[in-house]
């Protein structure tokens, strides 16, 4: 088959995969060279982004989820996997641990970071708001580049991906159903956008093992901490042993 969605990062190995689901327009590149643990990595690039930047952008999560399960089942059938998604990738990964439950697959565990539980619609979603007042939202997390929105052929070519990006995170309801992964939540202490307290209703979401974390930075505070996070997440699935030995 045709993949589109999974980009391997790093070299194959035996033993668990780490699936990663970025930021809002982010793509492979968030995770380049930052991180150091022995586990197959492949990174879940959505249209719109790198070698997709053609294709036309996502907006509803079930648009995405069943074409990346396909690309699971193909590539990595009888592998163990972790999710581990930033902001909108949260969302992904936990729509994406749900589906592959309805195939009678269960991810080793999912992690979630800088991400509010979908319990209920954002009371103020931002994907839907003018040019102006969206890329002022878009800033205020931090994370974007000043050249991205004060030139305009960039501004053109990003823009409509981020507002889908948006769209996708925003209109994501999963309602009350759980998945039976554990899942570990975590969240910058300086990110004003997100609230501990509605980090914590990720509990809600899963029948099994639940733990929280915060960790020093804004938003984008995985960039810094993504090999302790992702270990923490493998740890709570309790992945082979074999894939710390090094």
């Not at 580049?145 to 994501?172: I, Q």
């Not at 899942?183 to 501990?196: E, K, Q, R, T």
């Amino acid at each position: 088959m045709s993949v589109k969605f999974l980009h391997k990062i790093s070299p194959s190995r035996h033993g668990s995969v780490a699936l990663l689901f970025p930021a809002a327009g982010r793509g492979s590149v968030a995770y380049l060279g930052k991180i150091d643990l022995p586990l197959e990595l492949s990174v879940v690039v959505l249209p719109g982004r790198e070698r997709r930047m053609g294709e036309t952008q996502a907006t509803r999560m079930d648009e995405v989820t069943g074409q990346i399960c396909d690309e699971i089942d193909s590539i990595y059938p009888e592998r163990e996997v972790i999710l581990q998604g930033h902001s909108l990738g949260a969302y992904v990964g936990h729509a994406v641990a749900a589906e592959l439950e309805k195939r009678g697959r269960k991810a080793a565990a999912l992690g979630v970071a800088g991400a509010e539980a979908p319990i209920q619609a954002p009371p103020s979603p931002k994907h839907d708001l003018s040019d102006e007042m969206f890329i002022s939202a878009v800033e205020e997390l931090g994370g974007t580049p000043p050249e991205l929105f004060a030139d305009p052929v960039l501004r053109k070519l990003f823009l409509p991906t981020l507002r889908a990006d948006f769209a996708l995170a925003e209109t994501y309801s999963p309602g009350d159903a759980k998945v039976s992964c554990p899942i570990f939540a975590s969240y910058g202490f300086d990110d004003m956008n997100v609230n501990p307290l509605n980090v914590e209703k990720w509990k809600y979401l899963t029948s099994a093992n639940f733990i929280s974390q915060g960790f020093d930075g804004d938003h984008f505070y995985q960039d810094s901490h993504i090999n302790g996070i992702l270990r923490i997440t493998a740890d709570l699935g309790d992945v082979a042993k074999t894939n710390w030995i090094l």
